[in-house]
């Protein structure tokens, strides 16, 4: 049973770019969150979709979108890059119903300089 | 109201010990209340969960209590060892939203 994967592992970008980042999720799974990690903290929530659709935001601005495909993998763009990006970015899956059980895949570690 | 408060920031046992982590929330429309362990490098994994119809629910040495009066609940890892050693997250979600509200994290270090 394939969990939940993210690529890449780790990326380096300068202030001003822009990034994307991908997720796959847990086999059987129709709903992707991503979530920000900073160092030290606990995970922030960024948005969730669902059938192709952004369901819910946290607070975060409109420098960070997403996507999600047909076969329910999903990507992370954010615009416009600060240092304070810099973080760990995580997806989770789970199945519509069940939003609340969700499942980490091991992150993208972002560092913008 | 949408905070949930974790306590201690980190933790140090031997092996063998009972540690134990405690959050407390504001938000009554929370519904369910996941732990998750991270490994350094690694992401959250689903540990345990509640919800607050029941008061205690144990999965192998891990144990949550939960207190819905005080709005409180924690983690108490039975019988602790050297690889449990990671930093531990309580959160918190409910049927309205669906997303996970985390807490700030205990890093808990197992001696031998």
């Known amino acids: 049973d394939a969990g939940v994967t993210q690529s890449p592992t780790h990326l380096i970008k300068t202030r001003g770019q822009q990034v994307t980042l991908r997720c796959s999720p847990k086999s059987g799974h129709d709903t992707v969150s991503w979530y920000q990690q900073a160092l030290g903290q606990g995970p922030q929530f960024i948005f969730q979709y669902y059938e192709e659709e952004e369901r819910q935001r946290g607070n975060f601005p409109d420098r960070f979108s997403g996507h999600q495909f047909p076969n329910y993998s999903s990507e992370l763009n954010v615009n416009a890059l600060l240092l304070g990006d810099s973080a760990l970015y995580l997806c989770a899956s789970s199945l519509v119903g069940r939003n609340y059980e969700q499942y980490f895949g091991p992150g993208t570690r972002l560092t913008v300089t | 109201q949408q905070q949930v408060k974790q306590s201690p920031q980190s933790l140090i046992v031997q092996k063998g010990g009972i540690p134990i982590i405690n959050c407390a929330y504001e938000?009554?429309?929370?519904?369910?209340f996941p732990w998750y362990q991270q490994f350094p490098g690694k992401g959250p994994a689903l540990l345990i969960a509640i919800r607050p119809d029941v008061s205690e629910k144990k999965e192998g040495r891990f144990t949550i209590s939960f207190n819905k009066s005080a709005k409180q609940f924690s983690l108490h890892i039975m019988d602790s060892q050297p690889g449990d050693s990671a930093t531990y997250f309580c959160?918190?979600?409910?049927?309205?939203?669906?997303?996970?509200?985390f807490g700030t994290g205990t890093r808990l270090q197992v001696f031998p």
């Open positions: 959160a918190a979600s409910s049927r309205n939203t669906d997303k996970l509200i």
């Open positions: 938000n009554t429309a929370f519904d369910y």
